[in-house]
T-cell receptor, first 113, second 114 residues
């Protein structure tokens, strides 16, 4: 299995500011995703982080709001831009080892005031 | 449109008994299914998977059953232990999409009573 770390683990931010979340994997992986889990809700896919090219965003998510970088096969960042209280959520990165296994990081708990 | 549904938001079971968590899906193209356990303030932990070529997969105390005709899968935990108390998510993917993207259900909170 892959070991995934995220920074920061939690943060409290003021509205209008931006936060960049880092995701580091202990091995090279092809597929990396960013998810959001809003309070009391399921996990929603934000985007696929593509190495060397622009991320692929799901319906309802745009690059201006959630810019993503993937400079190599072990690292990715997600920025939550111009934050509002509605962005308060847990943000998770995940990696795919195979069609039958997908691993998640510990998550970043964000509270926007 | 919720393609993956977990209709029971919560479940309580006595320690030592069987826990059965259910999941229904609507997309007939889904052919890979995962179950995750999630504790508060942690990321989801992968538990067990099943592909549509099987109807059962077992790993220790965890067994997943797949009924393709009913578009239904279930996770059985036997015997249930207090440490199993967590939120359980099922997730589904269509391999033909080539994207490895999974759609998650809304979760079932399991409480195992000592």
């Amino acid at each position: 299995s892959a070991v995934i770390s995220q920074k920061p683990s939690r943060d409290i931010c003021q509205r209008g500011t931006s936060l960049t979340i880092q995701c580091q994997v202990d091995s090279q992986v092809t597929m990396m995703f960013w998810y959001r889990q809003q309070p009391g809700q399921s996990l929603t896919l934000i985007a696929t982080a593509n190495q060397g090219s622009e991320a692929t965003y799901e319906s309802g998510f745009v690059i201006d709001k959630f810019p993503i970088s993937r400079p190599n096969l072990t690292f990715s960042t997600l920025t939550v831009s111009n934050m509002s209280p509605e962005d308060s959520s847990i943000y998770l990165c995940s990696v795919v080892a195979s069609l039958e296994t997908q691993y998640f990081g510990p998550g970043t708990r964000l509270l926007v005031l | 449109d919720q393609q993956v549904k977990q209709n029971s938001p919560s479940l309580s079971v006595q320690e030592g008994r069987i826990s059965i968590l259910n999941c229904d899906y609507t997309n007939s193209m889904f052919d890979y299914f995962l179950w995750y356990k999630k504790y508060p303030a942690e990321g989801p932990t992968f538990l067990i998977s099943i592909s549509s070529i099987k109807d059962k997969n077992e790993d220790g105390r965890f067994t997943v059953f797949l009924n393709k005709s009913a578009k239904h899968l279930s996770l059985h935990i036997v015997p249930s232990q207090p440490g199993d108390s967590a939120v359980y998510f099922c997730a589904a993917s269509a391999s033909t999409s080539g994207t490895y993207k999974y759609i998650f259900g809304t979760g079932t909170r399991l409480k195992v009573l000592a």
